[in-house]
């Protein structure tokens, strides 16, 4: 009788010892930037960056290598309040003396966000504010100012060049 009685407590406590498996079911990525590329004369019309690097300041690997495209997605830094670009783009013949150079400086306040115990967080940022250097290849890009980077759904800002 006391050994049914240790393997019924036994066979007990192993189930009810056991944890629900938990399993992320959402995707709760912290967001990209994504930037479209757009002709600054006809502004509606998409126009592709030729030979086009990107480089985050302070890392010596480019995200996009001699790529040809319309649109991008960046990550941005969820540990700081500012991400700072240097994008190049060589219209003409790919020597490293006709890169044209611009600096994109993006200022925001990350905040976390709670998805769920299996998910655990993810970042969006608030309050964003969109810079260039003065000499580059960026003409213009709209808009100056977003009030939130929450999902990858849409570009986030327009460069006209």
């Known amino acids: 009788m006391r050994k049914i009685i240790f393997l019924l407590g036994f066979v007990l406590l192993i189930n009810t010892s056991c944890e629900k498996d ?3 079911l959402q995707n709760p990525i912290t967001p990209n930037l994504i930037i479209t590329f757009y002709d600054e004369v006809n502004r509606e019309t ?3 960056v030729r030979r086009f690097s990107i480089i985050a300041q302070g890392k010596t690997d480019s995200l996009f290598t001699n790529s040809t495209s319309d649109s991008i997605a960046i ?7 500012k991400t700072v670009y240097t994008l190049k783009k060589n219209d003409s013949d790919g020597t490293i003396a006709n890169n044209q150079i611009a600096t994109f400086t993006i200022e925001y306040t990350p905040q976390d966000e709670y998805v769920s115990r299996s998910c655990g967080y993810r970042v969006i940022f608030n309050n964003i504010t969109f810079s260039k250097d003065t000499n580059s290849w960026i003409k213009d890009f709209t808009p100056n100012v977003s009030t939130t980077i929450d999902n990858q759904n849409a570009a986030h800002v327009q460069i006209y060049h």
């Open 46 to 48: 998409p126009k592709n």
């Open 22 to 24: 938990d399993f992320c």
């Open 75 to 81: 990550p941005l830094n969820s540990i700081d309040t």
